[in-house]
């Protein structure tokens, strides 16, 4: 079957690193998304990666293992505003397949 | 603002009511799809169009009727909804399918009384 795993909620500090896991099992793969969500809001798209290894952008990075059907996005010096909920989604033979999401709070 | 609009951003109906949701993309691109996103649930992919020929139906229920009259316009027309279809419908495009970056709206809040 298909399926992506990530973990339900997640608390870190602000100033800290918080890496947000995803693994998955899909049909076929393209590439595999990671999209931010803020409550109300729309998702919006943060990094692709289709290739094995690290893809970095600013404070965000994003890596890829496709062997390992594994994959993990690293926020760091975190700030309030990333308090939100982080989607990892694969594109496999025919569409897009998310994850349930990962709601991130980040504290003070 | 990504480029996706939607309207209504809410609507409550009754469950004999007939109602319809609009998506309009303003980014050139050939794909748009209809998600369902309830509370604990993954993103569930409902339709897909490209180049305005639907290309994917995801065992929806018939209550749900799509319309994409050109690939900039998306509809979803609703009636005889039940009350476990409130959720927050969001549309999205994309250049083209497969591994493209989708670009999604802000979604409706539908309530279904």
């Known amino acids: 079957g298909q399926n992506i795993d990530q973990p339900t909620e997640m608390t870190a500090t602000e100033g800290a690193i918080v890496q947000i896991n995803c693994t998955y099992q899909?049909?076929?793969?393209?590439?595999l998304f990671w999209y931010q969500q803020h409550a109300g809001e729309a998702p919006t798209f943060l990094s692709y990666?289709?290739?094995?290894g690290l893809e970095e952008k600013g404070r965000f990075s994003s890596f890829l293992s496709r062997s390992k059907g594994y994959s993990y996005l690293l926020l760091k010096e975190l700030q309030m505003k990333d308090s939100a909920s982080y989607l990892c989604?694969?594109?496999?033979?025919?569409?897009?397949?998310f994850g349930t999401g990962t709601r991130l709070k980040v504290l003070a | 603002e990504t480029g996706v609009t939607q309207t209504p951003r809410h609507l409550v109906m009754g469950m004999t009511n007939k109602k319809s949701l609009k998506c309009e993309q303003h980014?050139?691109?050939?794909?748009m799809y209809w998600y369902k996103q309830s509370a604990k649930k993954p993103l569930e992919l409902m339709f897909v169009?490209?180049?305005?020929?639907?290309?994917e139906n995801n065992s929806v229920p018939s209550r749900f009727s799509p319309e994409c009259p050109n690939s900039s316009h998306l509809f979803l027309h609703l009636h005889t909804l039940q009350p476990e279809d409130s959720a927050l419908y969001l549309c999205?495009?994309?250049?083209?399918?497969?591994?493209?970056?989708?670009?999604f709206g802000p979604g409706t809040r539908l309530t279904v009384l």
């Open positions: 999205a495009s994309s250049q083209g399918g497969g591994a493209d970056t989708q670009y």
């Open positions: 899909t049909s076929g793969f393209n590439g």
């Open positions: 990666n289709v290739l094995d």
């Open positions: 989604a694969v594109s496999g033979t025919y569409k897009y397949i």
């Open positions: 980014l050139g691109h050939n794909a």
């Open positions: 169009y490209n180049f305005k020929e639907q290309t």
